[in-house]
T-cell receptor, first 115, second 115 residues
Framework: DAKTTQPPSMDCAEGRAANLPCNHSTISGNEYVYWYRQIHSQGPQYIIHGLKNNETNEMASLIITEDRKSSTLILPHATLRDTAVYYC????????????????FGQGTILTVHP | KAGVTQTPRYLIKTRGQQVTLSCSPI?????VSWYQQTPGQGLQFLFE???????NKGNFPGRFSGRQFSNSRSEMNVSTLELGDSALYLCASSLDPSGGLVVQFFGPGTRLTVL
């Protein structure tokens, strides 16, 4: 799985957009970008994933650069409940062998949403 | 659909004891993965089961074991507990990875404290 780099922490004002960057410069052509978040002491929550096109769901938008070396997760109107650790993960979706059922989590970005 | 459930949610044991944790995946999900989360090491992959077979294993000692039943429910066991086994143990389920994109859904976790 390609290595990802995220800033350790970010702040955002409530109601504003939160833009969380992720660098994955060694991503290969068949690797997807996944985003999860973990609110304190809870299980990680799946947010969104994508290959190369921008993706949007009810939680967030994912913008992947044309060269796919970086991406940005956008929470359009952040609320206090969005305060969490956000993880960017890159992997081949149906990889087998030593990748079966395994997500490799880095340190993530601690997003703090302020009133 | 009900989410991933884990029991018990909290557990206190003493050194040398053994413990069994239980996980019920989302209905229809056949793959179950287990993770350990500690402040020092972050989220680390323990093992993955599919159709009652362990397909992948992380770098943990043999004291950590698991199994999966025919209804996809899974248990993990830690024998001869050590203080360092204190952690949040997370279970995640997904559809058969070979059938498409891998999105894992996590349970709330079991908080194990070893005294």
């Amino acid at each position: 799985d390609a290595k990802t780099t995220q800033p350790p922490s970010m702040d955002c004002a409530e109601g504003r957009a939160a833009n969380l960057p992720c660098n994955h410069s060694t991503i290969s052509g068949n690797e997807y970008v996944y985003w999860y978040r973990q609110i304190h002491s809870q299980g990680p929550q799946y947010i969104i994933h994508g290959l190369k096109n921008n993706e949007t769901n009810e939680m967030a938008s994912l913008i992947i650069t044309e060269d796919r070396k970086s991406s940005t997760l956008i929470l359009p109107h952040a609320t206090l409940r969005d305060t969490a650790v956000y993880y960017c993960i890159v992997r081949v979706p149906n990889a087998g062998g030593t990748s079966y059922g395994k997500l490799t989590f880095g340190q993530g970005t601690i997003l703090t949403v302020h009133p | 659909k009900a989410g991933v459930t884990q029991t018990p949610r909290y557990l206190i044991k003493t050194r040398g004891q053994q413990v069994t944790l239980s996980c019920s995946p989302i209905s229809g999900h056949r793959s179950v993965s287990w993770y350990q989360q500690t402040p020092g090491q972050g989220l680390q992959f323990l093992f993955e089961y599919f159709s009652e077979t362990q397909r992948n294993k992380g770098n943990f000692p043999g004291r950590f074991s698991g199994r999966q039943f025919s209804n996809s429910r899974s248990e993990m066991n830690v024998s001869t507990l050590e203080l360092g086994d204190s952690a949040l143990y997370l279970c995640a389920s997904s559809l058969d990875p070979s059938g498409g994109l891998v999105v894992q859904f996590f349970g709330p976790g079991t908080r194990l404290t070893v005294l």
